[in-house]
Structures are given as structure tokens and as C-alpha cells.
């Protein structure tokens, strides 16, 4: 079951010939969801051959330019280009008046269902979920209310052995039941034991987003252990005062987060438009914390 | 002295890997005026190496997003940037309202002088003036309140020869007399007529900008004998009918008002994105006006 998170800009504030501002795509089980919205994204989605339309759910961090100026823009794509299905936004309750305010004065009228759905940014709670996923927010510390996100995979079935199904004539009707821990029983009266016919469920995988913060361990709870963790990393430490004064992070901070976290890698993004590559950036972030690589516009990232 | 314009966005409605939607440099004796900045501009003049700072006036044409989108993005960079000089925004009067709820929501106060003008996009009017050109609205015929904007030198003064200033020994404080009209008379109360001292003014030059209109003849007292016209041609004649249903021309329309204002050279631009190149439409519209070349995203034209 795919899910993998795709880099559409690993900037910050100002957008350079080679890093856009922030958007990720995170692709859960083929269900697409846009995380942060730069303006351009929907070029960079265009660039990595991902369609408009197969996006669902859109979630917005916090409202601070770099990662919203793109929505009105993709939102208005999807419109002319006759989209059907339904359109999800999350994001702080402002975020509706600055859509719908440019709707209205264009004149638009969307083609297609949308729903906004308002977020606090200021509390952890589920805001999505289906049979496979949920996705929380995540409190974050900077200079206006601003959340991350988390995506948890629900725990999964038992993965029941093709070879057991043949061997035992398994009938289809009973291959849920199976998944679901029951043993086989032949018509003859023989058990099987449920442990000879599967093999332990996959692993719950989960991915955690963290743009625009100060270093802050009170997310470390959340977070704790997530196979890959996106956290920003906007200045070196020899910046660590403007970051602070900023409410934003060093490469060093997100390496500490990760390793009190005890998760499984971090990828930094976020980066300060004053740094040309960002390669010192991720070492000294691999000072606290080795599995760590950078964010860079089309990079994709299975989460294992 | 300059007066060129560079095509940031040759684009309609939805931006292409090749083509971003509407935006335009207009550089008038180095004073800059970009005219309109759909979502993608400040990437295009960095694109262009034109630097975000130089541009001292914002002219918006109307309200669909592929005309303005990229506008709160590009005041923001100015911001972030550290900009010290004024800029002035012209355009209709809910921008304003757009700018300002996203600037509020992101706490962004501007460093910088910022000023909002509101125009009235039904009326032909001068909306800015300096001591050698004087911009217009013109009025187009579009589905919401649309203009295009009119760049019109003042008429300049005389051309004072060089060689005759040397010959005749002519003070500096006489020169700008002479300038207006006035004959030189020196010492010993020789005149010298003034048709020998000088040449005749550089002929005023002018630039019309005319985005998304459907066909409409109104525009031609305004623009007549214009030296550039562009001119939008959204479709080919073959979807004559969609255009005029979406308010917007073909490329044989451009070319006709191109051939009864009778100007000097047309630029056509904002082409549907079903055309992968735009060649066919250059060539219908110099069915009409033989004069003309198609917008392309970087294309530098001078206007002469």
C-alpha cells in the first residue's frame, strides 16, 4: 500500500528559481493529499506529473503567505478545468473569507462540491479518517496560530497466506474472518490455526509534518517514533537567535527534536533563502541525528 | 529612452510549463509598471533578472485570478525583501479588500510606503501622470468590470543640435529656452533662429495594453495610430462563438482592430491552453493586420 510524500517546494518565505515555498503531496494508499499550498504549487504538481484532480484534501498549516498563496490559484485550475469530484480544505477559520472573497469578486462559481472544513491549529485532534488512516493536527510553536500534521495508519489485518488459501481450500467468504484472527475449520471438522494461515498484520506507518516552528519538545509526545518526520530547519545554529526571534528552527534543533522523538528519519525543509545548497544544513542537523536527508522540490519519500 | 515591454505570462486562465498566465513589464525611461501579476509573477521577473524592487507602480486589470493572483505574493517578497520605496497599486476597489484580509491574517505590517488606488475600469481615464508619459484606462468589454491600460508619451521638446551649441557658444542657462522654441541671440545681438539650432521633438510613442475583451470597436478612439497594440487572442476563429460567449477574442478579431485603429505593430497574447504553439494564431490574425507577432514568456519588444 503506497504511501509516500512528494517535495513541491522546500523554500521558505521567497520563492527562488530552484525552491519553491512549501507544498508536499502525500499519497496515502493512491488517496492524495496536498499538504501547504506556495504560491506556484500547481506548476510544481504540473512539473511532477501529479493531476489536479486526483488531489481531495488540501491542509493548511497556518496562513502565513509561503504556505497558502497558491490555493486560490489551484482551486480556480481545478474549476476551469471541469473538475466533478469533491474538494476538502482544513485550514484556520480565515482561510474560508480569503477564498471565497476572490470567488466572489471573479464572479466564480465552482463546478464542483467544496467544503471547507475549519481547524484550531492550537489543539492535537483527529480532523481525518477513513478505514486505513487518520490524520491529526499538531500543535505548533510560531509567531501565529500554526499546526502540523500527523498521519497514522490504522492498525491492519492479518495477511492471510495465498499458499494456506490453496492448501485448504480456503472458500472466499471466510478469507475476512481469517484477516480478522478466526482459525479454519474444513468440512470435515479439521482446525486450522489462524497463526499457520496468516502472517502478522503490516506494521502501522506514520508520517509527521512540522513546518513553521520554534523548537519545541511539547510536540515530542505526538510525534514519538514516527517512521519519518518532516521538520523545519529554516537557519544553521550560528542563527539560532533570529530563528528563536523568528519562531522558527536550526538544522541542530531538528535534529534534536527527531532524536528525543526517537523517530525512524527526518527530512529538513523550510530553508532560508541565504543558503545556495543546503548539504551544511543537513549535517549539522546529522550531528544529533543521522538518518536525516533535505527536502528538495520532486524528491519522493517512501515511508517503510 | 526606453520604453519596452517584457512578457512575463503569454498565458490565459491556467498556467503551463511553457506559458504563465498574464503579466506584463512596461519599462518607460526606466520607471517600471507591471501590468497585471497572475500567480507565478515574481518568479518570472526573477526569471527575466528584473529585480522586484525597480517596479514602482502595479497595474491590475481586473478580478480573475489569472490577472492578480500572484499580486499579495509578490508584495509580500517585496516585504520580506526589506523594500524602503513606495509602491502604488492601481486597480479595482474590492483588491484592496483582498490585499489587506491577507496581510491582516498573516500579522504582516509592510515596511514599506504602500499605496492603493482604485480604478474605475468603465471609464477612459488618466489614472497616473509624469513629466513624459501619462497612463489611461480603456474600458474593455469582458464578463466582470475590465480595462486595459494606455501609455501615451507627452509630446517632447525640441532637440537641440550639439555642434550648434560649440559653434554659437551658447550658455547652459539658454539651453532649456531654446528647448521650448525660443532663437538664440548672442552678444552682439546676432539672432539665430531657432529651426537652425534645433531639431524637431521625438515623436510621442505609445503603448496599449488590451487583455481579455471580446470584440469590441468601442476601444478604437482610444488606441488609434497607437505604436504597439496588445491585444488579447484567447481563440481561433473556428471557436469565434466561444469567445464571444466567454467575452473574448479570436486572433482574426485582434488582427481586424489592430487594422481599423489603425496601429503601427500588434502583439497578440492570453492564448487558451489548447495551443500547444500559438503559430496558427499569428498567422489568422495577420490575415487581418500583417504586422503582428505573438506574446512569448521572456520576449523583449521595443517600442519605437
Do not use: W
Amino acid at each position: 500500500m503506497t504511501f509516500s510524500i512528494t517535495i513541491l517546494g522546500s523554500n521558505s518565505a521567497i520563492p527562488t528559481l530552484k525552491r519553491n515555498p512549501t507544498a508536499q503531496l502525500v499519497n496515502h494508499n493512491e488517496r492524495l493529499f496536498l499538504v501547504d499550498c506556495a504560491e506556484g504549487t500547481q506548476i510544481q504538481l504540473r512539473r511532477n506529473h501529479i493531476k489536479l484532480q486526483r488531489i481531495s484534501r488540501i491542509l493548511i498549516s497556518h496562513l502565513h503567505g509561503d504556505h497558502f498563496f497558491g490555493l486560490v490559484g489551484l482551486i480556480s485550475s481545478m474549476h476551469l478545468l471541469g473538475r466533478a469530484r469533491e474538494l476538502h480544505v482544513y485550514g484556520p477559520a480565515d482561510l474560508d473569507e480569503i477564498i471565497n472573497l476572490q470567488l466572489r469578486v471573479s464572479e466564480t462559481r465552482l463546478v464542483f462540491p467544496y467544503f471547507f472544513h475549519s481547524i484550531d491549529p492550537d489543539k492535537h485532534e483527529l480532523i481525518y479518517e477513513d478505514q486505513r488512516l487518520g490524520v491529526y493536527t499538531i500543535p505548533m510553536k510560531h509567531s501565529i496560530p500554526a499546526c502540523g500534521f500527523l498521519f497514522r495508519e490504522k492498525p491492519g489485518k492479518r495477511r492471510i497466506k495465498r499458499e494456506m488459501v490453496i492448501e485448504n481450500k480456503i472458500p472466499v467468504e471466510q478469507i475476512e474472518n481469517i484477516k480478522e484472527g478466526a482459525d479454519f475449520i474444513d468440512e470435515s471438522g479439521r482446525i486450522v490455526k489462524n497463526k499457520i494461515l496468516t502472517d502478522e498484520p503490516q506494521l502501522p506507518r506514520s508520517y509527521a509534518h512540522c513546518s513553521d516552528t520554534a523548537y519545541n519538545e511539547a510536540m515530542i509526545p505526538i510525534i514519538r517514533e514516527v517512521d519519518l518526520l518532516y521538520h523545519e530547519a529554516t537557519f544553521m545554529n550560528d542563527r539560532a537567535a533570529v530563528a528563536a526571534e523568528k519562531f522558527h528552527s536550526t538544522a541542530r534543533e531538528a535534529g534534536l527534536i527527531a532524536k528525543k522523538a526517537g523517530v525512524h528519519k527526518l527530512i529538513i525543509g523550510h530553508f532560508s533563502n541565504r543558503y545556495e545548497t543546503v548539504r551544511d544544513l543537513v549535517d549539522e542537523a546529522a550531528t544529533e541525528f543521522a538518518n536525516v536527508e533535505a527536502a528538495e522540490d520532486g524528491k519522493v519519500i517512501e515511508i517503510s
